[in-house]
């Protein structure tokens, strides 16, 4: 940790590169490879693809800037960071608000751990395939058996609060740092193999031939959710992860770095899970239902992976091993940045210890998840959804709110000329400060109005 640079003793993320990969560690993970191709294969696919681009850059990237700059003025948790901005009479709100944001990144790794605990299965069920116990490995890879559930999802938490317990920089940033750009190597060689396979070309044309007919209040809104899930927008993450960054680097920059690195990272998994869901049809697996719906949509990634794989013969073990190894990580780096905003905030506002704060949140966050993989039907859906496609959009407005309305205007120049400072001359100064303000919450209003119709 890097101390010695702010007066009081918090940690910093080492380098602007050592951030962006951090950052984008917290972004990248199964919101790209399962939230993603999930929602575009049952949303009609390129018509998808294009609303989704067109979140992110409308509102995803803009709320993204809000949130980092809450986080790196004041250099605190978030509960200290947004009533940092605001003037006396705002403070208990924005208190609250941070209070509502740290309960939501607990929500989401609630689920998320689940989730990732499959993959958990995926990457160890190999190993014990070649040892020759059959009966374990099929029962890793068994997504509705609870007890393997709930022992993979307990794994992956374990992983999770040991590496939170440590800190920022060190647990954080050495991770993030190695694993991109591995994982996109990876990627690409699957993508140039599930291509040559027959059935492919379907998945392709779906995934990039757009049928605008798709295009409804309910798939807006989806596309909405999911980008702000995908950015780890509204949840605080990206407010702590603000205040670990050095004035030195700019928010405006460091911010697209974030989210091109997020959407290219989701844009590749989508090449590759597409065409493999319909690779995995024309060898049998059944992915649509009679009515030429998708079967059980949150599980369909874990059941058209494992099937692509299977094609591969004997290197298919092998593949699936790396494969699931790096997808684990790339859920780490997410879930650290979760739970990193219940740790820091309570230990911060607490005084208590952060190994112990870790462990206590963990252990609580641990026991939802197991009432979540207890009732899976209906809590794991009522989870995302609240927490996806409710309270991060929500949230995430009226950080934009506070920063737009409420944060005197002189100190948010300031502080976002901290490591870019021709801002104020720039194109970005001139449309930001009141896109965040008007247009933003009118175009969250219209995606929300359009929905309900
Ligand atoms: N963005 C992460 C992913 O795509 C999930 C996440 C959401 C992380 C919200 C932090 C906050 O997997």
Not at 29 to 56: D, E, K, R, S
Not at 335 to 342: A, D, F
Request: proline share 4%.
């Amino acid at each position: 940790m890097t101390n010695s640079t702010t007066a009081k003793p918090r940690a910093q993320f080492s380098s602007k590169l050592g951030f962006v990969l951090a950052a984008a560690g917290s972004a990248v993970g199964l919101g790209n490879i399962w939230g993603f191709p999930t929602q575009t294969a049952t949303n009609g696919g390129a018509a998808f693809l294009l609303v989704y681009l067109l979140m992110v850059v409308i509102l995803g990237y803009p709320l993204l800037v809000a949130e980092l700059a809450i986080g790196r003025y004041s250099q605190a948790n978030p509960v200290k960071s947004a009533s940092a901005i605001v003037p006396a009479a705002f403070r208990l709100p924005a208190r609250g608000l941070a209070f509502v944001g740290l309960l939501t990144a607990s929500a989401i790794l609630s689920f998320y751990a689940i989730l990732a605990g499959w993959l958990v299965g995926f990457f160890a069920s190999p190993v014990f395939e070649l040892l020759g116990m059959t009966a374990t490995s099929e029962w890793l890879e068994s997504t509705s058996s609870t007890s393997s559930s709930f022992v993979t999802m307990a794994l992956f938490m374990g992983a999770t609060i040991y590496i939170v317990k440590n800190g920022v920089s060190e647990g954080i940033e050495c991770w993030s740092t190695r694993l991109m750009p591995l994982l996109v190597v990876l990627f690409l060689v699957l993508i140039g193999y599930i291509l040559t396979q027959d059935g492919a070309k379907d998945g392709l044309i779906m995934y990039l031939k757009p049928d605008f007919s798709h295009i409804s209040g309910d798939m807006i809104h989806n596309a909405m959710g999911q980008a702000f899930f995908s950015l780890s927008i509204g949840a605080c993450t990206m407010m702590v992860y603000g205040s670990y960054l050095k004035k030195d680097a700019s928010l405006p920059k460091t911010a697209a770095q974030v989210a091109m690195i997020d959407t290219g990272i989701a844009f590749i998994a989508g090449l590759l899970i597409l065409p493999a869901m319909f690779v995995a049809q024309n060898n049998g697996v059944a992915i649509y239902d009679d009515n030429g719906s998708l079967l059980q949509s949150g599980g369909l990634v874990f059941s058209v992976l494992p099937a692509m794989f299977g094609t591969m013969g004997g290197m298919g073990l092998a593949v699936a091993f790396v494969f699931f190894a790096l997808m684990v990580i790339a859920a780490l780096t997410s879930s650290i940045s979760l739970l990193e905003v219940p740790v820091s905030t309570v230990s911060e506002e607490f005084g208590l210890e952060r190994k112990k704060t870790a462990w206590l949140i963990g252990g609580l966050i641990t026991a939802f998840s197991s009432l979540i993989v207890l009732n899976q039907d209906p809590l794991f859906d009522i989870v995302v959804v609240a927490s996806t496609e409710y309270a991060q959009p929500i949230l995430g407005l009226l950080f934009a709110l506070l920063v737009g309305w409420v944060w005197r205007r002189d100190k948010l120049l300031n502080e976002l000329k901290q490591g870019h400072p021709e801002l104020e001359t720039g194109w970005f100064w001139k449309i930001w400060p009141w896109y965040v303000r008007v247009v933003c919450p009118l175009l969250m209003l219209f995606v929300f109005v359009k929905s309900l119709l």
